[in-house]
């Protein structure tokens, strides 16, 4: 065991619901060992009753996770000098070794800015915060980012535009008390099943108490426990919300108590939306305007509105702007701040949290800090204990600039970790060309076969949940102790004990010498203290015996007394402590749909498959549940496009083609077509659907617009 077990109690390492879950060891009595292929035996898991975000449920994931860990996994680091060569096994001696060489020639070089990591939202925090130091602290460079890029990225700009701070202000118990949930651009029944499960269990113990309404241009397992679906069409979220606002300043449904005291830019924003005007919003939006005044209605007269946002938001070229656009209607109707209300972005992964906390993309420092603000670069060398200018002043390259660096022969080393980005990506040739371009690609990894192995040097096998310890913080500002019940596979380290060792090795030995994942957490909380992401009063050891805590939770504070929403003295994080409304026009999609490519194609996920499937695609019940990639398309269109259900269809953008199987659907908005994310090139039946996709971003969050692309259909 790397480290003794604390509990067996921890959080899921899927979604961002962060349910907590109770593991029972194999051989819990009276209960058969199930065993994998390699003879190991499986730990089961199911809900923990005693753990507050999630009360006992769990949904299909969690509860089969334990049969996806010893499968398939990478066992020791393997090395080639260049692709086209085989991989051959190395001692992690040698491992650093050939890292520490590189590196200080690169260094020698004043190169560090050819030096970039891209990590993941399914770090530890402790993994994360280790990844910083290495690189902004010790390699003085910022190119650290992670696939949250791809994720939440449009929510965190937009909560730091709107309300002057990243941090999701509400809870999960908010679901229990609001009068209207407001779902847009979430499959939340398929992506964060156990949350939807708590509203659909209160909508049918009390239906009049509670309305759902669901944007999405398709029909979804979420659209259709919903009382209002307004199906429209892609990309056009923001003239809804303008629609909306417009209708609720006209009708008189506003909060002018909380305008006047609680924000600023309110009357830029009434001119803006004053153009928004019923007819207009419907054309761009495809639906009916009784649809429009109903939604309205219900936002300008309801107790309390709580929305929940997820990818068909934060993906867009303006996704900042939608973000913002749906906070201002929170604002426009003080609902924000009190119970059952507030905007609330649904976290995609497990720690995505934790990861923005620890300053986690290439302009963030840990505790919620920026690196282009030379106090917070101060305050964060005197905790590293490195010399003052060893932070560089300018933000490093967010994730697709490193592919564009690569491009541009101008990164000597990409180290790739917890994530699988020759799969999740968009323009997937693109990148490949680029990757091939990189003289060492490191690739920390669990398992064997991934896709962006193929294109590595140096792989090393990385120790996952359930073998390492560490903390994540799930939607709600929940964080839990994640302990290691299980020895790790072959020779696998856990990722922060990799940075560690390879910031000793580089000669600051005082900085790196951590004897156990708690002593690191001990230094990321003393970072947080006084800021909106407080931890300061956490530990390993007040998790493991008080349980899972929601922040802010400042030294001292009292187990379970920390406040479960933010903002509701309506004091903001701003300059002038008011919240912001932000006036913004539509921009529409960064590819609309053209004669020679007539058809939006949009990019999601299956209830039982995580993203690139190295875990999921490991387990029988998850697999016969999906067992291949579909393309849903409406029957108007499959007649157009001459395709046939069951038969393949060719799916061509202006990047690439794929091919799937055919589902025609009258769930899918005619014009629009929907493929999974999940099946990359290395399984055996690959769509490679992020190939089709095109890498425009939204200029303030650099999240690209993964939501929608224009393509053609064809017989294949
Ligand atoms: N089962 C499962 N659950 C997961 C994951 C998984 O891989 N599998 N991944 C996790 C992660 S990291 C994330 S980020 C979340 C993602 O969770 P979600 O965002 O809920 O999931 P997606 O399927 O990516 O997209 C959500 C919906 O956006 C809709 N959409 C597309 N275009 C538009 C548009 O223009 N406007 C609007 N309003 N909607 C649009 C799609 O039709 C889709 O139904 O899920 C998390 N949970
Ligand atoms: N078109 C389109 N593209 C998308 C999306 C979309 O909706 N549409 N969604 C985007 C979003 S929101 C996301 S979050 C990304 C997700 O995309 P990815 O992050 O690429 O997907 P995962 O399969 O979760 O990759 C995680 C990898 O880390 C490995 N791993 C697991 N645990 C550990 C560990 O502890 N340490 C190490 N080193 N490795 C580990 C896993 O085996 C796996 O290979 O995809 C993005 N791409
Ligand atoms: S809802 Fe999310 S966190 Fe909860 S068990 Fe399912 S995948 Fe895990
Ligand atoms: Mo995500």
Redesign the pocket.
């Known amino acids: 065991m790397p480290e003794k077990p604390v509990n067996v109690n921890s959080q899921c390492p899927y979604c961002g619901v962060g349910c907590g879950l109770e593991i029972l060891p194999p051989a819990e009595a009276g209960r058969a060992v199930r065993r994998d292929a390699d003879g190991t035996p499986m730990w089961a898991t199911r809900g923990d009753r005693n753990h507050p975000s999630n009360l006992g449920q769990v949904c299909i994931k969690g509860a089969t996770v334990g049969q996806a860990l010893a499968r398939g996994r990478l066992r020791q680091p393997l090395y080639r000098t260049s692709l086209s060569e085989e991989f051959k096994p190395i001692t992690w001696d040698k491992a650093f070794e050939l890292l520490v060489d590189r590196i200080k020639q690169i260094l020698k070089d004043k190169r560090q800015h050819a030096i970039a990591m891209y990590g993941?939202?399914?770090f530890h925090t402790e993994d994360y915060y280790l990844a910083q130091k290495l690189l902004k602290g010790a390699l003085g460079t910022n190119n650290f980012d992670a696939?949250s890029r791809?994720?939440m990225s449009s929510a965190v700009a937009g909560y730091s535009r709107s309300l002057g701070s990243d941090g999701p202000p509400c809870c999960y118990e908010d679901l229990d008390h609001c009068s209207v949930a407001f779902l847009i651009g979430t499959n939340t029944a398929e992506c964060h099943p156990v949350l939807f499960q708590r509203l659909i269990k209160r909508k049918k113990r009390h239906p009049r108490n509670v309305s759902i309404v669901v944007v999405d241009p398709r029909a979804t397992a979420t659209s259709k426990a919903a009382d209002l679906h307004l199906a429209i069409a892609p990309g056009t979220d923001l003239a809804l919300l303008h629609g909306i606002a417009h209708l609720i300043l006209r009708d008189t449904g506003f909060d002018s108590d909380f305008i006047e005291e609680a924000t600023e830019d309110f009357a830029i924003y009434a001119k803006l939306v004053s153009e928004w005007t019923p007819d207009r919003v419907i054309a761009i939006c495809g639906i009916q305007e009784s649809q429009l005044r109903e939604v309205a209605r219900l936002w300008g007269r309801s107790k309390g509105v709580l929305s929940l946002w997820s990818?068909g938001v934060n993906?867009r070229r303006e996704g900042t702007a939608v973000v913002g656009g749906l906070i201002n209607l929170h604002l426009l109707t003080g609902q924000i701040g009190k119970i059952g209300a507030g905007p609330f972005s649904l976290t995609?992964?497990p720690n995505a949290m934790g990861g923005r906390e620890a300053g986690g993309l290439a302009h963030l420092l840990p505790g919620y800090r920026l690196v282009d603000n030379p106090s917070h670069r101060a305050e964060v060398e005197k905790v590293w204990r490195m010399k003052p200018g060893s932070i560089a002043a300018e933000p490093g390259l967010s994730a697709w600039q490193q592919v564009e660096a690569m491009e541009a022969n101008e990164l000597d080393l990409w180290w790739v970790?917890?994530?699988?980005?020759l799969?999740?990506m968009?323009n997937l040739e693109r990148v490949k060309a680029a990757v091939r371009q990189c003289p060492l690609v490191v690739v920390?990894?669990?398992?064997t076969g991934?896709e962006t192995a193929d294109y590595a040097h140096l792989l090393l096998p990385?120790a996952?949940?359930s073998e390492k310890a560490g903390v994540m913080t799930n939607s709600e500002r929940r964080v839990t102790l994640c302990p290691a019940y299980r020895p790790a596979h072959g020779e696998s380290r856990a990722?922060w004990k990799i940075f560690a060792e390879l910031g000793c090795r580089l000669g600051f030995g005082d900085q790196f010498n951590y004897s156990s994942a708690a002593e690191v957490y001990s230094e990321f909380t003393t970072l947080t203290k006084g800021k909106v992401c407080d931890v300061s009063g956490l530990s390993h050891e007040l998790l493991q015996e008080q349980g899972p805590q929601q922040w802010p939770f400042p030294l001292d504070s009292e187990p379970s007394s920390s406040s479960k929403r933010l903002y509701t003295n309506w004091h903001f994080p701003t300059a002038s402590g008011r919240a912001r409304f932000i006036a913004e026009q539509p921009l529409g999609l960064a590819e609309p749909p053209s004669e020679a490519y007539p058809l939006i194609l949009t990019?999601?996920r299956y209830l039982g498959q995580?993203?690139?499937m190295?875990?999921t695609g490991k387990v029988e019940r998850l697999k016969a549940m999906h067992p291949e990639p579909l393309l849903e398309i409406h029957p108007d269109d499959a007649e157009r496009c001459g395709v046939k259900h069951g038969n393949l269809a060719a799916i061509r953008s202006r990047r690439s083609r794929v091919t799937a199987k055919v589902n025609i659907t009258a769930d899918i908005r005619i014009g629009s077509v929907f493929l999974p994310?999940h099946w990359g090139f290395n399984q055996d039946l690959a769509c490679e659907?992020?190939a089709l996709?095109h890498e425009q971003a939204c200029p303030i969050s650099k999240q690209p617009e993964?939501?929608a692309t224009a393509v053609v259909v064809t017989q294949a």
């Open positions: 993941s939202g399914q696939n791809l994720c990818m993906q995609g992964q970790a917890a994530t699988n980005p799969v999740s968009p920390s990894e669990a398992y991934s990385a996952q949940w990722d990019v999601g995580w993203h690139t190295t875990r994310m659907a992020n996709m993964l939501k």
